[in-house]
């Protein structure tokens, strides 16, 4: 129950922080097209408040802290579904543990830029370490996947590494071109992803109504700790696998409707500033009937 209220938790996080990167990027690129920079955060406009205009910096702090000690402490625990038992599950643990914390200093740091002039933070210099970072992510859950012996429980970490993946892909394009639109939606898009990936991972292996059919948990009869989920057949283990891989395409579906959707009420909210050829016309239309009228004077003058 614990760690199907954990995925919960992380779900909620990478989705809200997710959404709120995609529609302030959004509002900003619609604002200003021409100066448009990628920002690694983006302050609350309608607080006028110092206290609440991080305030959602101060709430990732607080949701990676308690991650923190999440993996920290299930790292003591024995996990009888991992090849090695207690060694290797309290090595990956701690490794998660790792990785979570260096977000932790990576968002302390960049609230401490934001706030105070200690520690000047450039955005290029952000987006390449949040990329070094999320590769390491990609790394951990890679090697998760790898010594699981519970079958959904690897694939579902093999995926999240993907994702991982693509994020640090994305934040390493926004260090290198900060203007590109299209990465910035991208990295909000795949943080959305993750975070639906987690809620699926909890539901795939803690809910016995989401575990597909050929597959049941396990139970630790030792130490009354619940694991995860196994399949006994070949013949299930692979529509297992087949079960999530269609489960993700969904996901990834829904979230590409989700940008889609934010984009439109965006766009009415603030509306769109084109810019092209075809925007001098206006001027050169009222400049040329400005020279109409001083003509006609003229004429009239000289008459």
């Not at 105070?116 to 990329?131: C, E, I």
């Amino acid at each position: 129950m614990a760690a199907l209220i954990y995925h919960l938790f992380s779900s909620s996080s990478l989705s809200s922080l997710g959404l709120y990167h995609v529609i302030c990027s959004t509002r900003n690129h619609l604002k200003s097209p021409r100066d448009y920079v990628a920002k690694p955060y983006h302050p609350l406009s309608f607080s006028s408040s110092q206290r609440f205009k991080y305030l959602q910096l101060y709430l990732l702090i607080l949701c990676l802290l308690i991650a923190f000690a999440h993996q920290t402490l299930i790292s003591s625990d024995s996990d009888p579904l991992l090849k090695g038992l207690t060694p290797v599950h309290r090595f990956t643990s701690l490794q998660s543990a790792a990785v979570v914390f260096l977000f932790f200093l990576l968002s302390v740091s960049l609230l401490l830029s934001e706030t105070t002039s200690l520690l000047p933070f450039p955005p290029d210099l952000f987006f390449g370490v949040a990329s070094g970072i999320f590769f390491l992510q990609y790394s951990v859950s890679s090697g998760a996947a790898f010594v699981q012996t519970s079958d959904l429980q690897a694939k579902c970490d093999s995926v999240s590494a993907r994702i991982s993946a693509l994020s640090s892909i994305l934040c390493l394009v926004l260090a290198c071109q900060p203007r590109l639109f299209v990465a910035d939606v991208g990295l909000g898009a795949s943080l959305c992803l993750q975070g639906l990936w987690e809620l699926q991972t909890g539901l795939s292996l803690y809910v016995d109504a989401f575990i597909p059919e050929g597959c049941h948990k396990l139970l630790d009869v030792v130490s009354g700790v619940e694991g995860s989920t196994k399949c006994d057949l070949q013949d299930s283990k692979l529509r297992a696998v087949a079960i999530l891989d269609l489960v993700f395409v969904i996901h990834v579906l829904f979230v590409v409707v989700m940008v889609m959707v934010t984009y439109a009420c965006v766009t009415k909210t603030v509306g769109v500033r084109r810019f092209g050829p075809y925007e001098a016309l206006p001027t050169a239309v009222a400049a040329a009937d400005s020279n109409h009228i001083q003509m006609k004077a003229m004429t009239g003058t000289q008459a």
